[in-house]
Nanobody, 126 residues
Framework: QVQLVGSGGGLVQPGGSLRLSCVAS????????MAWFRQAPGKEREFVAA????????LYADSVKGRFTISRDNAKMAVYLQMNSLKSEDTAVYYC???????????????????WGQGTQVTVSS
């Protein structure tokens, strides 16, 4: 079992930056692929970024590519999302997620993830 606690959201002006954090509890954190999803009001939850447990190049949604960076620290059992050049359309509740153990399927669908954090609100507004 994995428990996830996300933090770091807040209010930021367009063009600004925020760094989200997600800390996990449990064992074998390094064997879980980790991801960030977001859900804006009135919209479905959508994929933002992911890092496969076995390594490799992180995966990003086209809408955030070049602006957001996902990273993980297995020693701290944490995953981060650095968000730069924020836009109003980035406003949403952001969720971190952990996949099934050593999962090898697609990372961009929410059905690939067994554990979810509680969500942290990001509001981009002047």
């Amino acid at each position: 079992q994995v428990q996830l606690v996300g933090s770091g959201g807040g209010l930021v002006q367009p063009g600004g930056s925020l760094r989200l954090s997600c800390v996990a509890s449990g064992r074998t954190f390094s064997s879980y692929s980790m991801a960030w999803f977001r859900q804006a009001p009135g919209k479905e939850r959508e994929f933002v970024a992911a890092f496969r447990w076995s390594g490799g190049t992180p995966l990003y949604a086209d809408s955030v590519k070049g602006r957001f960076t996902i990273s993980r620290d297995n020693a701290k059992m944490a995953v981060y999302l650095q968000m730069n050049s924020l836009k109003s359309e980035d406003t949403a509740v952001y969720y971190c997620a952990a996949s099934y153990l050593t999962y090898s399927g697609p990372l961009y669908v929410d059905s690939s993830y067994a554990f979810w954090g509680q969500g942290t609100q990001v509001t981009v507004s002047s």
